[in-house]
């Protein structure tokens, strides 16, 4: 068996002779149950407020995340003729974004200089 | 969890009766109130002395209606009611070193007690004083821990969870209050 030491001594003495704590009164219980009535407790308002706020966000959230899809999102060629046009449109898009003039003025040069040669051969 | 009431709220478990308190139910407020009373009494006589003990005592249970909605862990009520408990301890000792200090307070502290000669009852009542005495020669901070731990028989652990501290400064402050007290008494002739 452990022998006591100066701590379990002292601690012993405490509990033996601590104070006796004062009786409590007769009216405190009623007293505090009266003082209570007075603070009814109220609807937690933060609460109804962070879910409503919840329910808003989830609702944005979700608006949005539809809103994307349906706009968005990449558009799948469907015929080789609509990946032609998409290649044609984007090259000169390109094109034009480069040179500063349209790609047209191109064409109509390439077709000048052929009836020119046309000609010349004519000759 | 569900839980079943019973017709008799004395039945109703400490869990039981805290989260039924949670939802405001006033009533079995009061059985609360009956069960935790002693402890709290005791805890602040120990910590702030006898005046002012039923107020201190109200203000505790008022925080603890207005503010348990907010406790999370209904299990926690303990450590948390001891943790109000403190909170009220320390601003009543700020009120009060507001105030100036009453003469006869330091008087009676300084008093040599007389040992000898007295019948059983008087030394006990004599070991009682002495040990109020002492308590109250300890700082708060100090006075807490022994008075959670060495009267309350509270684990070092939940003293440290209730003052909000850690371990080793629980342990730390233990260790000197315990020194100094028994210091205190070996000074006013009792033998240890």
Known sequence: MRQPTDDDTLVTFLKTYQPSVPPESMTLENRLMAEISRHPRRKNKRLALFALGSIILAGLTIGGTIWQRNTLSPQVAISVEDLENFLVEGWEETLEASSGHSVNDDWFLLEDSTTESLDTQNY | ?192
């Open chain 2, 1 to 192: 969890m569900t839980i079943v009431l019973t017709d008799n709220p004395a039945k109703l478990s400490n869990l039981e009766l805290v989260m039924q308190c949670q939802k405001g139910n006033s009533t079995l407020f009061r059985q609360l109130y009956q069960r935790y009373q002693d402890r709290v009494r005791a805890t602040l006589f120990q910590l702030c002395g006898g005046n002012h003990l039923e107020d201190l005592v109200q203000e505790v249970f008022l925080r603890v209606w207005k503010s348990l909605p907010k406790l999370r862990e209904a299990s926690y009520f303990s450590t948390w009611l001891y943790r109000i408990t403190w909170n009220v301890a320390t601003d009543e000792r700020r009120k009060y070193a507001r105030q100036p200090k009453m003469v006869e307070d330091e008087s009676q502290l300084h008093q040599a007690p007389s040992v000898t000669t007295q019948t059983p009852d008087l030394m006990r009542l004599h070991y009682q004083e002495l040990i109020q005495q002492g308590l109250q020669k300890l700082n708060l901070e100090h006075r807490a821990v022994m008075v959670l731990h060495d009267l309350e028989d509270i684990p070092q652990k939940e003293v440290a969870d209730i003052l909000q501290l850690p371990l080793g400064t629980v342990k730390s402050r233990l260790f000197y209050a315990r020194k100094q007290l028994k210091q205190y008494l070996q000074d006013q002739g009792v033998v240890l």
